[in-house]
């Protein structure tokens, strides 16, 4: 990110942690806090990402670190948590990104894929949020921001899974912010809009009629989508859902807990009507 509205430094001296946070909306939010002065750890099963991401944070001249972890497992989570509190000593900020899905009909829909998504975006939330929590606790403070989603709010089919995980995050926010508060951590949600990363892509990749392909295909569908069901206009970035994510983190939301701030153009109240 080159400019931002926050003020330089606003986060120094704070360690965040990210899960998910080698990829996509994770790496933004990463960026973000990173460029604001927070130490910046990124947690993701895939050490290939991390090394990537990690580069491309110092390179902009954030301070970051590493952590490989599966955030369906709990006591590997519990492990990360301790790592990173033995490296930099304390976590201010847990951002709970990592999430995963697929379109696929509730019908024939597996035990196991419906566990997958569920392990990995509600059971991965609560884990972390439940071995941040004596860390933030011991420290006086803390803040924990999740990544949650619209499409629950109407229903989205194909996505069974994901918008019941989804839907529990919500639930979870609001829970532990009222269980957690008079030890000074504020839970919030973030539920970003469409966001044009590669899986949302592929979805809007026409099949191939052969011969030459249309490189432009895409963005063209993209940008009938956008004008059509977005009202703001345009797809959102991973630099939208970062900005209300550093708002929550910092002192300027200091009397917000329990809340779920929905930044996406507008799309989901739009959903179903025209705009021709
Ligand atoms: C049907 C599928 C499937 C698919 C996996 N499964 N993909 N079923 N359609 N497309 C089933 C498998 O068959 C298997 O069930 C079970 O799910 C677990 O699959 P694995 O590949 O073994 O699991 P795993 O390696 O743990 O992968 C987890 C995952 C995967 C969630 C399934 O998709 C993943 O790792 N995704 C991470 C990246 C990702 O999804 N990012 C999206 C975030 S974006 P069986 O019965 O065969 O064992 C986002 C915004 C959403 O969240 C916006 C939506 C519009």
């Excluded at 939010?29 to 910046?40: F, T």
Aim: hydrophobic share 45%.
């Amino acid at each position: 990110m080159n400019q931002t509205v926050f003020r330089a430094g606003l986060l120094d001296g704070q360690v965040a942690l990210i899960t998910g946070g080698a990829t996509g909306i994770g790496f933004g939010i990463a960026e973000l806090l990173g460029s604001l002065g927070a130490h910046v750890f990124i947690a993701s099963r895939k050490q290939e990402h991390l090394d990537a991401a990690a580069a491309s944070l110092e390179k902009q001249g954030a301070r970051a670190s590493v952590v490989t972890v599966d955030v369906r497992d709990a006591d590997r989570v519990k492990t990360m948590i301790e790592q990173v509190q033995r490296d930099r000593g304390r976590i201010d900020i847990l951002v709970n990104n990592a999430a995963g899905n697929f379109y696929a009909p509730s019908e024939s829909m597996s035990a196991n894929a419906w566990k997958s998504v569920i392990e990995i975006d509600l059971n991965g939330t609560f884990f972390c949020s439940q071995a941040v929590f004596p860390v933030m606790k011991a420290q006086g403070g803390g803040r924990i921001i999740s990544i949650s989603m619209t499409l629950h709010y109407r229903g989205w089919p194909l996505m069974a899974h994901a918008t019941a995980a989804k839907a529990g995050i919500d639930a979870l926010t609001r829970t532990l912010a009222l269980e957690w508060a008079r030890h000074g951590i504020r839970v919030n949600a973030v539920a970003p809009g469409p966001i044009p990363t590669e899986g949302v892509r592929k979805a809007f990749t026409p099949p191939s009629a052969g011969g030459v392909p249309d490189v432009f295909a895409v963005e063209r569908a993209l940008e009938d989508y956008a004008r059509k069901s977005i009202p703001l206009g345009r797809w959102g970035t991973p630099a939208d859902i970062a900005g209300m994510v550093a708002f929550l983190a910092s002192p300027a939301a200091d009397w917000v807990t329990g809340s779920i701030f929905v930044v996406d153009g507008g799309e989901w109240l739009a959903r179903g009507q025209s705009r021709g």
